[in-house]
Nanobody
Framework: QVQLVESGGGLVQAGGSLRLSCAAS????????MGWYRQAPGKQRELVAR???????SYVDSVKGRFTISRDNAKNTVYLQMNNLKPEDTAVYYC??????????WGQGTQVTVSS
């Protein structure tokens, strides 16, 4: 089972940028689709962006044009570039397979806080 470590979060003002990283403990080449998820206080976890090994990407409407997902299979790492951040982007961000199952491991996530 792959273990995941997210990093790169922080406190940023609205309009700012952050780049999140997700390092996997083993090769992610065989994982067809990797995704970034987020969970805000009192809300359910939601899929923010996903990317296939072939390069296809998909984004939730609220982040389209602002977030970019990428993956480096050689480094076993998935990235999320977040630009023009908004207070509503405040959440803990996680990466994982898409779709995930209840047996899949979740990392500790990385906190993103956007101040207005």
């Amino acid at each position: 089972q792959v273990q995941l470590v997210e990093s790169g979060g922080g406190l940023v003002q609205a309009g700012g940028s952050l780049r999140l990283s997700c390092a996997a403990s083993r090769s992610i080449f065989s994982i067809a689709v990797m995704g970034w998820y987020r969970q805000a206080p009192g809300k359910q976890r939601e899929l923010v962006a996903r990317m296939s090994t072939g390069g296809s990407t998909s984004y939730v409407d609220s982040v389209k044009g602002r977030f970019t997902i990428s993956r480096d299979n050689a480094k076993n790492t998935v990235y999320l570039q977040m630009n023009n951040l908004k207070p509503e982007d405040t959440a803990v961000y996680y990466c994982n397979k898409y779709p995930y199952t209840r047996f899949d491991y979740w990392g500790q996530g990385t906190q993103v806080t956007v101040s207005s």
